[in-house]
Nanobody, 116 residues
Framework: QVQLVESGGGLVQPGGSLRLSCAASGIIFSMYAMGWYRQAPGKQRELVAG????????NYVDSVKGRFTISRDNAKNTVYLQMNSLKPEDTAVYYC?????????WGQGTQVTVSS
């Protein structure tokens, strides 16, 4: 069965960094576009960053441009989100999503808390 397992979340002070990982199994990873989403309490889930199946194209929500970097390693079936200069408003549960031709899968999420 398909599994997406996120890791790397935690508590970090404002201005700090975290690197999230999402390891995929049960799919041909290199055929799927991947995305990182987040959901803060009381808010809708939003797309934070996306990367094409080859890794050649990326996109970001405006609020994280210049601070977050999405990347993937198709040999390791893993997508990453490097988060720098973290702000309290980045606090949320972060989810990865695999998407191919409208078929998609979600991970279980990892909590990121930015607080002093």
């Amino acid at each position: 069965q398909v599994q997406l397992v996120e890791s790397g979340g935690g508590l970090v002070q404002p201005g700090g960094s975290l690197r999230l990982s999402c390891a995929a199994s049960g799919i041909i990873f290199s055929m799927y576009a991947m995305g990182w989403y987040r959901q803060a309490p009381g808010k809708q889930r939003e797309l934070v960053a996306g990367v094409s199946s080859s890794g050649g194209r990326t996109n970001y929500v405006d609020s994280v441009k210049g601070r977050f970097t999405i990347s993937r390693d198709n040999a390791k079936n893993t997508v990453y989100l490097q988060m720098n200069s973290l702000k309290p408003e980045d606090t949320a549960v972060y989810y990865c999503k695999a998407n191919k031709d409208g078929n998609y899968y979600w991970g279980q999420g990892t909590q990121v808390t930015v607080s002093s």
